[in-house]
């Protein structure tokens, strides 16, 4: 579900502004851009997005000012051993590689540290614009799914008013179908002798296959259950979506089964709905 969140905080020593904004996926991808100095912390707020959001893609941006001229130093222990552990490496493989690149070493998150060794006093601060922004993200998923679920109901709604159509017509297209197939036969074979008991049974026969009484009944019921998805807290996304593959099935087999152009009608503009809700429906959990 798409959202933005911006949060900004300060303390005595920086300044830092979180902006995250998520797009619809069916899975959970994050990306992050937060300098070298918050670029440690990149696990942790990727766990702390997934706990709270579960799914989406999600892009989070950071800056930082500090108040005082802060400079950024380089943590020579942790540069030694990655050079000791490179030709370590190289010396295990038998590889004559170039030893580990600048460029490389430049890309390893833990290298830098501040002069003033403030870490933990701007991670604090971080970590709470990262909450803040999360909160701000939510705000505006919220009122999306609140629209996502008034248009989905306005969808039902028309689903509704359409099998309420279907079902008028139907309960005089069976007499109607009697009557069509009596005078078909009557005009075609007058002249012959017939049995008409059989004769009828036959009609009979092919007017039933072509009932869509059962379905109708169902459709009704899946509706229903669509409705109450709607107005459950839990996540229902699967739910959802497997029923509306049952009303879509429900449907079909009507459309297939009726002759009546009105009927067909009332069937295709029930498919153009249901196309509407299965776009919004990827945005369910």
Known sequence: MTGYGEFKKENEYAHINVQIQSLNSRFFDFY??????????????????KHNCVRG???????????????????????????NISKQ???LT???MDELSVDKLM??????KTENNNDELIKELYFKCVKGAIIELDNSRMNEGKNIEYSLKENIKNLEDELEIILDISKVNINDEVDKYNDKINNMIEDLDLDRSRLYQEIAIMIEKKDINEELV?????????KKYLNSNSEVGKKINFMLQEVGREI????????????THAALN????????????????
Do not use: P
């Open 107 to 112: 890309s390893m998150t833990d290298i830098y």
């Open 57 to 83: 893609n999600f892009q989070l941006k950071t800056s930082i000012e500090f108040h005082s001229k802060e400079e950024i130093i380089i943590n020579k222990d942790k540069i030694l051993d990655y050079m």
């Open 218 to 226: 169902r459709l009704r019921s899946h509706l229903d259950t669509l």
């Open 89 to 91: 490496i190289q010396s």
């Open 94 to 96: 038998k590889n004559t």
């Open 270 to 285: 029930m498919k153009n709905e249901l196309e509407k809700i299965r776009e919004q429906a990827q945005n369910i959990l």
């Open 32 to 49: 992050i851009k937060a300098g070298k100095i918050l670029s440690i912390y990149d696990n942790e707020i990727r766990n702390e997005i």
């Open 252 to 263: 079909n087999t009507i459309s297939s089964k009726c002759n009546n152009i009105n009927i």
